[in-house]
């Protein structure tokens, strides 16, 4: 089985635990790691790979900052924690990755903002146009105003998540173990380090145990319910320990770490979602020169639209049909029913009329769109 070589991603998710960042004695950020981060982020993209990094540690910091008391926060405690260290977490990854010359933007993420389809759809439009500007985005959940029932609480499924979001093809943990091993080494001396695992299957995840250290909140089973998330959405994943100074060019130069196969590949598996997962709300009727042009693999602009069915909300899945009423595709549209009427047939200079300013341009974007046909 071949090992796949980090120089082949394109999309690459870093997620950072915050006992990586913050001193454990001191509960200050760790400077030098994060700046040998940094350097290999740069790295990253010099070989032209996008980076999104999921960087924990607001609470840890913001723990700090506040002077609070070494016992186990209450919920509101560690919100008020994540505010104050959220400031300073995002300062200094913007600064360390400025000395690249990279710009850092924060996006704080709700569970909602991932799992609704009209904000995920928003989340996910945010991060590509900031990947357009080639923009580092940094991310952590929005600990403040995330309750108990509504939060993730970990970042390895937050990232996960994101990584399916943002249609990456890696996503690599970092944290304080060096991969999956089949039982729990500190209980196991015999237990044994893997290097790859082909499929996440209840052996693999009776291998996880439960254990996670008070710094930490994900612990390996965490780790392997992200692999589920990032392994069906198309990205491969990568458990790798970030102890040391460059964790990532560790990684390449000595290959220890636990890597989680993908099934497919992002777009397929993405496409797959759209086609066969979701129930359409509606329908959009084309003129020949849509259909034209989405088989050409384009986006469809409104000005194509003919007619308008159903009661759909923007982000729903839609059939896309052709003037005779043959279903061609499938796709999420970015308008509701309502606007979407308004705006059919029309140019942009005429969208931009009725609806003000902004507004998407397409109506469905391609790679919101499966063209069956
Ligand atoms: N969002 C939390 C923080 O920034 C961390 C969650 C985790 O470490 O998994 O402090």
């Not at 006992?19 to 981060?37: I, P, Q, T």
């Not at 309750?147 to 979001?165: F, K, P, Q, S």
């Not at 780790?223 to 560790?250: D, F, Q, W, Y």
Request: hydrophobic content about 45%; overall charge neutral; aromatic content about 4%.
């Amino acid at each position: 089985m071949t090992i796949p070589q980090l120089i082949q991603f394109r999309r690459v998710v870093v997620k950072i635990g915050s006992a990586l960042l913050v001193d454990h004695a001191e509960g200050a950020l760790k400077r030098a790691w994060l700046e040998s981060m940094a350097e290999d982020i740069a790295a990253l993209t010099k070989r032209g790979a996008e980076v999104l990094v999921v960087s924990s540690g607001s609470i840890a910091l913001g723990r700090t900052l506040l002077a609070l008391p070494g016992r186990a926060l209450r919920l509101e405690e560690s919100q008020a924690a994540a505010a104050v260290g959220q400031i300073a977490l995002a300062r200094a990854w913007s600064e360390v990755l400025g000395a690249h010359g990279l710009t850092a933007g924060q996006i704080l993420l709700t569970l909602g903002d991932t799992e609704e389809r009209e904000r995920y759809l928003n989340a996910r439009a945010t991060i590509q146009r900031l990947m357009d500007f080639k923009a580092v985005p940094v991310i952590n959940e929005n600990d403040t105003v995330a309750t108990t029932e509504i939060r993730y609480g970990d970042n390895d499924r937050l990232a996960a998540r994101v990584a399916t979001m943002a249609s990456a093809d890696l996503l690599i943990l970092l944290s304080d173990v060096d991969g999956l091993y089949t039982a729990p080494p500190q209980r196991d001396p015999s237990a044994r380090h893997l290097s790859v695992v082909e499929r996440i299957t209840p052996e693999i995840e009776a291998m996880a145990g439960a254990a996670g250290s008070e710094f930490s909140r994900g612990g390996m089973k965490t780790k392997i319910e992200a692999g589920k998330i990032a392994t069906s959405g198309g990205a491969h994943m990568v458990i790798a320990s970030g102890k040391v100074l460059h964790p990532i060019r560790e990684i390449e130069q000595t290959g220890r770490c636990t890597w989680f196969l993908a099934s497919g590949n992002p777009s397929a598996a993405r496409k797959r979602w759209i086609a066969g997962t979701l129930i359409a709300r509606g329908a959009l009727y084309l003129d020949e020169g849509a259909v034209r042009a989405l088989r050409s693999g384009k986006s469809l602009l409104a000005a194509g639209v003919t007619r308008v069915d159903g009661a759909f909300k923007s982000g729903d899945a839609v059939i896309v049909r052709d003037a005779e009423g043959t279903e061609i595709g499938r796709g999420l549209v970015a308008y509701d029913a309502e606007d979407a009427r308004r705006i059919l047939g029309k140019n942009s200079a005429a969208i931009e009329a009725e609806l003000g300013v902004p507004f998407r341009s397409a109506i469905i974007h391609r790679d919101d769109l499966v063209i069956g046909r």
